[in-house]
């Protein structure tokens, strides 16, 4: 196995991983680069010795045909919650099962392809999950800056896949909380470890009511916990019958409800997050 490399890709501010496609480049991004992809990430089981054929449905929304390189990466995701990119193997990658039907494809304007990609787990791999990147990047270009010369870049899109093998499973425990400063606002938030061998999510309905006595509904982040990890995830605040609008909290806050993960695995939570 080749040692780690350098990343394939300067770190580019992702917010939470929940968009599970990122763009790995240089922001801002060209028009010309304009890319609609379905579904936005793969979430398999998979069993040792199983050989699995999956399909993204790639459309350049762009009015003019372009090409695009595709190849596969390794990547990892920040304390900050940002990916970076892998072009070589990193310790324990799966990718030297995965196969992909081409490495650059021409797309004509306003058409989808059905683009296909292999995964053939080995029949004595253990159990575990195996974590990799298809990229879609597009050719070299030079934008102008508000100042400056132009500058060459490119633009680069991963769709992330996670196959969990022989029965591979998350086991999330809430290890902590805090507030912390979320887009420049206090927000409360639960510090989740997973001791399992997946990758796991929190969900749930949480309710609460700050200082001022106004209720509040909280939302726990969509942000991936990955094995081995203790991740803090953000609960976002809205007012009841307004799920699309952010809520200002006023502390003390006491947090009540269930957070649901995996297969009908729950935790029953009240926390109180103060100042």
């Known amino acids: 196995m080749n040692k780690p490399g350098p990343a394939l890709a300067r770190r580019c501010a992702a917010g939470l991983f929940s968009l599970a496609m990122m763009l790995a480049a240089p922001c801002p991004v060209a028009a010309e680069f304009a890319l609609a992809v379905s579904p936005a990430r793969f979430e398999l089981e998979l069993k040792p010795g199983e050989r699995s054929r999956q399909v993204i449905e790639i459309t350049n929304a762009s009015p003019t045909s372009a090409t695009f390189g595709i190849k596969t990466a390794d990547w990892r995701l920040g304390a900050d919650n940002a990916a970076t990119f892998f072009d070589e193997l990193q310790p324990g990658s799966c990718r030297p099962w995965i196969a992909i039907e081409r490495r650059?494809?021409?797309?004509?304007g306003g058409r989808p392809y059905r683009f296909r990609f292999e995964i053939d787990v080995p029949a004595d791999a253990p159990a575990g999950e195996c974590r990799f990147a298809i990229m879609l990047e597009g050719q070299e270009q030079l934008t102008r800056m508000a100042s400056g010369p132009p500058m060459p870049f490119s633009a680069r899109l991963g769709i992330v896949v996670y196959a969990a093998v022989g029965g591979a499973a998350p086991e999330l425990s809430?290890?902590?909380?805090?507030?912390?400063?979320?887009?420049?606002?206090?927000?409360?938030?639960?510090?989740?470890?997973?001791?399992g061998t997946a990758h796991g999510r929190v969900g749930g309905f949480l309710t609460g009511t700050d200082a001022s006595g106004t209720a509040l509904e909280f939302s726990p982040a969509n942000t991936p916990i990955l094995p081995g990890e203790t991740r803090g995830i953000a609960l976002g605040a809205t007012r009841p019958g307004d799920?699309?609008?952010?809520?200002?909290?006023?502390?003390?806050?006491?947090?009540?409800?269930?957070?649901?993960?995996?297969?009908?695995?729950?935790?029953?939570?009240?926390q109180l997050f103060a100042p």
């Open 104 to 108: 650059e494809l021409i797309m004509a």
């Open 243 to 270: 799920p699309d609008s952010a809520a200002a909290i006023r502390f003390p806050v006491t947090v009540r409800g269930k957070l649901e993960w995996g297969k009908g695995k729950t935790h029953n939570i009240e």
């Open 174 to 195: 809430v290890a902590g909380a805090g507030i912390q400063a979320v887009n420049g606002q206090p927000t409360p938030v639960l510090q989740i470890r997973n001791s």
